[in-house]
Nanobody, 125 residues
């Protein structure tokens, strides 16, 4: 069992930055692929970025490439999402998730084993 808790969301102006954190409690954090999803208001939950077990494989959705960076610190059982050059369309609840499959490409929300409760990011224009 893995418990995930996101933090770092908030209100930011367009062009600004935020860093989200996801702290994991439980067993064998380093053996899980960690993924960030987001759910904009009134829309489906969508993939944002994923990082493999030893941070060797990272993948991003096209709309965040060059602006967002996913990373992990296995010693701290934490995964991060650094978000720069934020846009109003990045407004969403951001969720972290864990699964045991390797990071070989974008993830689907249906394959996740564990979810956090989310943190809200609001980008004003």
């Amino acid at each position: 069992q893995v418990q995930l808790v996101e933090s770092g969301g908030g209100l930011v102006q367009a062009g600004g930055s935020l860093r989200l954190s996801c702290a994991a409690a439980g067993r064998a954090f380093s053996s899980y692929t960690m993924t960030w999803f987001r759910q904009p208001p009134g829309k489906e939950r969508e993939f944002v970025a994923t990082v493999g077990w030893r941070a060797g494989g990272t993948y991003y959705t096209d709309s965040v490439k060059g602006r967002f960076t996913i990373s992990r610190d296995n010693a701290k059982n934490t995964v991060y999402l650094q978000m720069n050059s934020l846009r109003p369309e990045d407004t969403a609840v951001y969720y972290c998730a864990a699964d045991s499959a390797p990071a070989v490409g974008p993830k689907t929300r249906y394959g996740m084993d564990y979810w956090g409760k989310g943190t809200l990011v609001t980008v004003s224009s």
